[in-house]
């Protein structure tokens, strides 16, 4: 009776051990071996998050994050988005701001009050005042822009001003898009009713 006494209470000291060692290896493995798996065109939620949008919860803090097709890394956050009642594929924003970071250096940093998503054609439309910052000097501002998450694009088709190296312009449209195939670097433009006032630099 002794002898089962000492194994068992050898096998439960040993197990005291042995057990948690073994998790704790399990864990490093999981840690170790674990890779993000989001790619272009795929909103890195997690379940639980989900499914609060999917019960029409308010989610806190989001943060997307990805590659556009051209190249672009492509950063949007905001305080809180909400889901449309009546469109599932539909996604409210407050406070929005992201960047798009073009290769070759460029960036597009860009602010908003208010923002729209739609997850069936990837694309943002920002509005409540937006306001572009470009790594190149320019400062852009719209009542409101359409964005999209799977290529480099932010479109105005209403009034824009801008302040940038060669002085202040007004256009009534304004594109920034990154390269199409076989081309390099981006483009950002201003069309329809452009005046600008040059400014020398002294």
């Given at each position: 009776m002794a002898g089962r006494d000492n194994t068992y209470s050898r096998f439960v000291y040993w197990s005291k051990i042995l057990l948690p060692m073994l998790a704790l290896g399990l864990l490093a493995?999981?840690?170790?071996?674990?890779?993000?798996?989001?790619?272009?065109?795929?909103?890195?939620?997690?379940?639980?998050?989900?499914?609060?949008?999917?019960?029409?919860?308010?989610?806190?803090?989001?943060?997307?994050?990805?590659?556009?097709?051209?190249?672009?890394?492509?950063?949007?956050?905001?305080?809180?988005?909400?889901?449309?009642?009546?469109?599932?594929?539909?996604?409210?924003?407050?406070?929005?701001?992201?960047?798009?970071?073009?290769?070759?250096?460029?960036?597009?940093?860009?602010?908003?009050?208010?923002?729209?998503?739609?997850?069936?054609?990837?694309?943002?439309?920002?509005?409540?005042?937006?306001?572009?910052?470009?790594s190149t000097g320019y400062r852009i501002t719209a009542d409101s822009m359409a964005a999209r998450l799977d290529q480099t694009r932010m479109e105005a088709t209403g009034n824009v001003a801008a302040d940038g190296p060669p002085g202040r312009l007004t256009a009534g449209r304004m594109l920034v898009a990154g390269p199409g195939p076989g081309q390099g670097g981006y483009v950002l433009v201003f069309k329809d009713g452009v005046k600008l006032v040059y400014e020398p630099k002294d």
């Open positions: 493995t999981l840690f170790l071996f674990s890779e993000d798996r989001t790619g272009p065109g795929e909103l890195p939620f997690s379940e639980v998050e989900l499914e609060e949008l999917a019960r029409g919860e308010r989610m806190g803090a989001p943060r997307y994050a990805g590659l556009t097709e051209d190249g672009a890394a492509l950063e949007v956050r905001a305080q809180s988005i909400a889901p449309d009642a009546d469109d599932p594929g539909k996604v409210s924003a407050s406070d929005v701001a992201g960047r798009y970071a073009v290769q070759g250096g460029v960036r597009f940093e860009f602010t908003a009050a208010t923002g729209t998503l739609r997850t069936s054609t990837e694309s943002l439309a920002l509005d409540g005042g937006v306001r572009i910052d470009t």
